[in-house]
């Protein structure tokens, strides 16, 4: 079963994928919408995934799930961190960029896409409530820690920096969708019914702007460039195994371990190519790595899953 799962969605992935590359191949898309596709995702989007995942009744009991499945994932972005840096070190790794790629997909999964999909297949509505809490944990992550890793343009300060992260709608959306979550504040039918237009559009979108970068790659490099394939080995196999027996001594039941350890399991995110894209760098190395990720985890996700039944 969770091998069918994963393997499905990551056919619908690359599908989505096929769709950009064949667009920019017939001169409908070109590199010149990827920044205003990707600000259409990062500014409308996603907040609205995240805003419907938050519109739900307050629960007690779910909230202090809420609570400490958040903490643990919190701890585990932060071993996540510190174990990254110091695999690709600055002499291991000596192009900056190449570095920053590494360091950035293999601390950040695509947990919203594929995740959520698999813990709803796999555990039912339990496990997707404890996926989302863990794209909580990410968004916060990826909009201060990653989005930080990326070069600031010129004349931008740290100051400014934190101002703009403070008016991101991500960051905003997170705020809102506590609020409505923990006030029980019920949306008017018109905005539920808008917001699930705009937040299903999450997945087409990304994977059809990683297809427009692909569309430029030499097919026969895809698989040529061997530090794609560490960080495969460090993002698919490495963090998860050690996640995995981390969460073996929390007092948690296997279904709330197993809807932590699924997103934690997934392939490079594709924020990789997005905010490379908006920082105007160089995409060919982040999308190679998304692409050989991705296409591993229908091998890696399910390998990771069935060790969990065994030693849980």
């Not at 898309?29 to 609205?48: D, E, H």
């Not at 600055?90 to 594929?114: E, H």
């Not at 490099?221 to 963090?239: C, E, I, P, Q, S």
């Amino acid at each position: 079963m969770g091998f069918f799962v994963t393997a499905q969605q990551v056919v619908i992935m690359f599908a989505l994928m096929a769709i950009g590359v064949v667009a920019t191949k017939l001169g409908w898309l070109s590199s010149k919408v990827m920044p205003g596709l990707t600000n259409i995702l990062v500014y409308f989007v996603t907040p609205a995934v995240i805003l419907q995942a938050f519109h739900r009744p307050f629960d007690l009991d779910r909230f202090r799930d809420f609570g400490l499945v958040l903490g643990i994932d919190v701890i585990s972005y932060l071993l996540l961190i510190a174990i990254v840096y110091l695999l690709f070190n600055r002499r291991l790794v000596a192009d900056t960029d190449r570095r920053r790629a590494l360091r950035f997909g293999s601390i950040y999964s695509n947990a919203g896409f594929l995740g959520i999909p698999l813990a709803q297949a796999l555990l039912g509505p339990d496990g997707v409530f404890f996926a989302v809490v863990f794209v909580v944990a990410f968004n916060f992550f990826v909009w201060t820690h990653g989005f930080g890793m990326f070069p600031r343009p010129p004349g931008t300060t740290r100051r400014h920096q934190l101002t703009q992260f403070l008016g991101n709608p991500n960051f905003l959306g997170l705020l809102v969708g506590l609020v409505l979550f923990i006030g029980s504040i019920p949306l008017p039918n018109l905005v539920v019914e808008g917001l699930g237009y705009v937040a299903a559009m999450n997945a087409p979108l990304s994977m059809i702007i990683i297809g427009v970068s692909l569309a430029a790659l030499s097919w026969r490099d895809l698989f040529a460039d061997g530090w794609t394939w560490v960080g495969t080995a460090v993002r698919n196999l490495l963090l998860p195994l050690i996640c995995l027996g981390l969460l073996t001594f929390v007092p948690l039941d296997e279904t709330t371990r197993l809807a932590i350890l699924i997103p934690l399991a997934c392939p490079v995110a594709a924020f990789l190519v997005m905010f490379s894209v908006m920082r105007r760098l160089d995409t060919s190395f982040a999308t190679r790595y998304l692409f050989v990720s991705t296409l591993m985890s229908v091998i890696t996700i399910p390998t990771a899953l069935a060790l969990a039944h065994v030693i849980w």
